[in-house]
């Protein structure tokens, strides 16, 4: 099998629409990542109205909404009651906008991309998942897992 | 200004410096540091030229002033930048850093390795703050600790909101125009203005990051105040103790709190988290001298 995007990336994939709110996208992670699926989601293509890829949202935009702009000083206020911080957080984020915190620097290969063209990506971009753009539609996306998954064989030198 | 033996005396930089310094080449837009600044909820980005060296610094009062004099987001950031960082080195004494900080009137110095080849940390006011909170509360000399004052209750009950905030509260009118607050913005010491009606009542908050956040959006600065303001406006009351206030901004992911006194529209001060922080360290008998000051920052 060929070593480009079209043969690693999953084409079975989810998008989430840039009006959700952090609490859906959350959800949605969740539902595609729920029993029966083979991999817990952290991220998601973000998509317009007219299902155009605008944007991507990971574990890592939210998590940057969440930190506390002060952490670094009232970490070590010890007599600070902080009881129900988490909760309180948690709740101010939920209804925040995708399209708020989504990452709209978009890195996308093509169907013909070959696998280190997009290991050189990864890597360099610390992303850790890339969207497969053909003719301007989502045709997949490509995980590094996946594309390590893809090496698996060669590179425990089975089967020789 | 810092005295001579004061608790922070040993110190150098690196060890209140943060490590993450978060930069983009000069040839950026405006817009891409308004997202970036919002997104990390930072106040500055440091730039870099060509070929990567340290060319410039850009925070959210030069976004302010590019808005106010009408730059198009796409414009690049070396047009829009204050002057070649002002730096330190990760070795230099904490006190001297603080003294240029002092005199050069900032709050934040961007820290060299020593050998003076590339750009190691961040050295921000706040963090000298949470540094010598650290301190105080594990010093020996701590006279409430050498009481044995077990109960933490009892050390925080002894500020009161009043004696710690700043009053004179800049205030503009709900109709003002963004350019008025941006002007007001402009000589002021705080990253927000207090919106009041035209019955003298606060309505409303505007930031700096309302500001670039409108600017962003595409909002004209002729528009009024009250289409970008934050209608909430988060007070505590002068008598309140000084840990019930820094709870309140923690809880709020705040910056500062409008004091008031006797009733909620009465506002007669502002606090800011850091001034709260920072009087909250060095400040029992022990070490008074360790009680930081630098006149006229906007924290």
């Not at chain 2, 913005?185 to 927000?192: D, E, I």
């Not at chain 2, 009351?237 to 705040?254: K, N, P, T």
Request: aromatic share 6%.
């Amino acid at each position: 099998m060929e070593p480009i995007a079209k043969n690693i990336m999953v084409s079975r994939f989810h998008t989430i629409s840039h009006s959700a709110t952090v609490a859906e996208a959350v959800r949605a992670f969740k539902e595609a990542g729920g029993p029966g699926e083979k991999r817990r989601v952290f991220g998601m293509m973000v998509v317009d109205e007219q299902g155009n890829l605008i944007g991507m949202l990971s574990m890592y935009d939210i998590l940057l909404l969440l930190r506390p702009k002060h952490i670094h000083i009232w970490a070590d206020m010890s007599d600070i009651d902080i009881s129900g911080i988490i909760d309180t957080v948690c709740e101010r984020a939920r209804s925040v906008k995708v399209e708020d915190i989504m990452t709209t620097e978009l890195i996308t290969v093509s169907p013909d991309t070959h696998l280190f063209a997009i290991l050189d990506i990864m890597l360099r971009k610390h992303v850790r998942r890339l969207p497969v753009i053909d003719n301007g539609k989502i045709v997949g996306i490509v995980y590094i897992s996946d594309l390590f998954y893809f090496l698996y064989d060669k590179l425990a030198g089975d089967g020789l | 200004m810092v005295e001579k033996h004061s608790m922070l005396s040993g110190f150098k930089v690196r060890e209140a410096m943060r490590r993450q310094v978060l930069s983009l080449p000069d040839s950026k837009s405006v817009g891409k540091a308004i997202s970036l600044l919002i997104k990390y909820k930072i106040s500055a980005l440091l730039l870099t030229d060509g070929d990567g060296r340290p060319s410039g610094v850009v925070s959210k009062t030069d976004i302010m002033n590019a808005y106010y004099a009408d730059f198009p987001l796409d414009q690049e950031l070396r047009s829009i930048a204050a002057a070649s960082p002002i730096t330190c080195t990760e070795q230099d004494p904490l006190e001297a850093a603080l003294e240029v900080m002092r005199q050069n009137r900032i709050y934040r110095l961007y820290v060299y390795d020593q050998a003076h080849t590339r750009i190691v940390g961040l050295l921000a006011y706040p963090d000298i703050v949470g540094l010598l909170y650290r301190l105080c509360r594990s010093c020996k000399r701590n006279y409430l600790i050498q009481k044995g004052v077990r109960e933490e209750a009892e050390v925080i009950r002894r500020f009161t909101v009043k004696e710690v905030m700043t009053p004179n509260v800049q205030s503009n009118r709900a109709n003002d125009t963004l350019y008025t607050l941006m002007e007001a913005l402009s000589q002021y010491r705080f990253g927000a203005v207090l919106i009041k009606d035209h019955s003298d009542n606060p309505v409303g908050v505007v930031s700096k990051t309302d500001l670039i956040l409108a600017y962003k959006h595409g909002i004209s600065p002729e528009r009024p105040a009250h289409e970008i303001m934050s209608s909430k406006v988060h007070g505590c009351e002068a008598s309140a103790y000084l840990a019930e206030a820094i709870q309140q901004m923690i809880f709020s992911d705040i910056h500062r709190l409008f004091v008031y006194q006797d009733r909620p529209e009465n506002i007669v001060g502002v606090l800011s988290f850091t001034d709260a922080a920072r009087v909250r360290s060095g400040s029992c008998r022990a070490c008074l001298t360790t009680r930081i000051k630098i006149e006229d920052q906007g924290i």
